[in-house]
DNA sequence: AACAATCGCAACCGCCAGCCC
DNA sequence: GGGGCTGGCGGTTGCGATTGT
């Protein structure tokens, strides 16, 4: 059994592509668009897979791409993606215009983990690393399993460990879940909620920046705003289901920042 | 100069979700 | 409802380029 081949691989080209190939290519979707990647090759004249076509376009071929270095700037913008998103290097490379996922995927492999190790930083969870071998060395035991599933809720929301890590220079605070609290929601909902959203920093900084802001449960002074909305991974019509886990922010994981804009940017 | 090791990136692979019939 | 098809994604591999010995 098993599935079917994508293409007839017995009569595809693999490999680098040629020139020829790239101006078949390029000249077919100039004509026709972006079509159906599956008949696009024969279509065009390519002894390809629809798959190898599609790749072939977006990551190299597409006209918008911006090649060359990522400037620092973007570096740290990855970084406060990734933070957010995990490795979703297509939601990454949505928001930095010219860059393609499997770009922003080798870079990220190759350059900013390194880069962040050299901070001490973990690449994965964006916390220190002497943090978490501290957290790992509690996590043997009987307590092991349950430290594991903490880590992963981490995982779903650890902008704010990395907030907090870049908050000596950055002058506002993290507001990372403590264990205690992550493990209490993963003991709650026995589900993650992967719904994000975004409220004021409990600093004395985020007091300023409060403008008509839901008033949060607890803090006094905390906006939430969905992350789903705010970056624009869904669009109106899609519904997103803030309003709802907002109505039930126990189990909630938020993402803290200051709510002026270009936040995002790097610091 | 020759070889080995490492790096960087393009391309491939397999899985998954959404759509359509 | 479910099965097949397709597009899209993330992880991995392959290989040329570069650097070190």
Known sequence: MGRSPCCEKAHTNKGAWT????????SYIRAHGEGCWRSLPKAAGLLRCGKSCRLRW?????????RGNFTEQEDEFIIKLHGLLGNKWSLIAGRLPGRTDNEIKN?????????????GLDPMTHRPIIDIAGIASQQEGAAASIATAVQTIRY???????????????????????????????????????????????????ATATTTAAEAPGSGSEAIICLCCHLGFKNSTEGCSCSRAMAQTTNVFRYHRPVEEGGYNAA
């Open 19 to 26: 020139k020829e190939e790239d101006e078949r290519l390029v």
């Open 156 to 206: 779903t929301k650890p902008a704010a460990a990395s907030e907090a890590a870049d908050s000596a220079e950055e002058g506002h605070s993290g507001s990372l879940l403590e264990d205690e609290e992550l493990g209490r929601c993963f003991d709650n909902s026995r589900e993650l909620n992967l719904d994000l959203s975004i409220s004021l920093p409990h600093s004395p900084m985020s």
């Open 58 to 66: 977006i990551n190299y071929l597409r006209p918008d791409l911006k």
């Open 107 to 119: 870079y990220w492999n190759t350059h900013i983990k390194r880069k962040l190790l050299r901070r």
